[in-house]
């Protein structure tokens, strides 16, 4: 009896001995279960990040409104560009930057002036004017 049980127990070291590894389909299914983790995390990661783009670029443009409206009632007239709204006639800042700033992807803003209306736009993620990602607002 003692025999048998010994020679079982040889055996089993033996063969976990043999055993350390893994089999190439464990190793391939363990990849795939990564991948399909990191394929989920990173559509949400760049969901989430174009998200907060568009909200930057909106909230920019809203403040490009109102300093519009502001230069409006105090020179009588609409600024000619984004810089006329750093660099006001009598030297006063509408916007709080020395420079104009640059929508959510990093692009520069278009404004266009027809008479008393202005226009101000983001090109959107694709930096392509007139597609359907584009960001505007219409003042006057």
């Given at each position: 009896?003692?025999?048998?049980?010994?020679?079982?127990?040889?055996?089993?070291?033996?063969?976990?001995?043999?055993?350390?590894?893994?089999?190439?389909?464990?190793?391939?299914?363990?990849?795939?279960?990564?991948?399909?983790?990191?394929?989920?995390?990173?559509?949400?990661?760049?969901?989430?990040?174009?998200?907060?783009?568009?909200?930057?670029?909106?909230?920019?443009?809203?403040?490009?409104?109102?300093?519009?409206?502001?230069?409006?009632?105090?020179?009588?007239?609409?600024?000619?560009?984004?810089?006329?709204?750093?660099?006001?006639?009598d030297n006063r800042?509408?916007?709080?930057?020395?420079?104009?700033?640059?929508?959510?992807?990093?692009?520069?803003?278009?404004?266009?002036?027809?008479?008393?209306?202005?226009?101000?736009?983001?090109?959107?993620?694709?930096?392509?004017?007139?597609?359907?990602?584009?960001?505007?607002?219409?003042?006057?």
């Amino acid at each position: 009896m003692f025999r048998i049980y010994r020679e079982y127990i040889r055996q089993s070291k033996k063969q976990s001995f043999m055993r350390k590894g893994m089999t190439l389909i464990e190793i391939m299914i363990v990849l795939v279960i990564m991948a399909s983790v990191m394929t989920l995390v990173g559509v949400n990661v760049f969901g989430a990040l174009d998200t907060g783009n568009e909200k930057t670029t909106t909230i920019q443009l809203q403040q490009f409104k109102s300093a519009v409206e502001t230069y409006k009632i105090n020179y009588r007239k609409m600024p000619n560009s984004l810089e006329d709204l750093i660099k006001t006639p009598d030297n006063r800042k509408l916007i709080d930057a020395d420079t104009v700033p640059r929508d959510g992807w990093d692009n520069d803003f278009t404004f266009e002036k027809t008479g008393n209306r202005v226009k101000i736009f983001s090109n959107g993620a694709d930096g392509q004017p007139n597609t359907e990602d584009d960001i505007v607002v219409n003042i006057g």
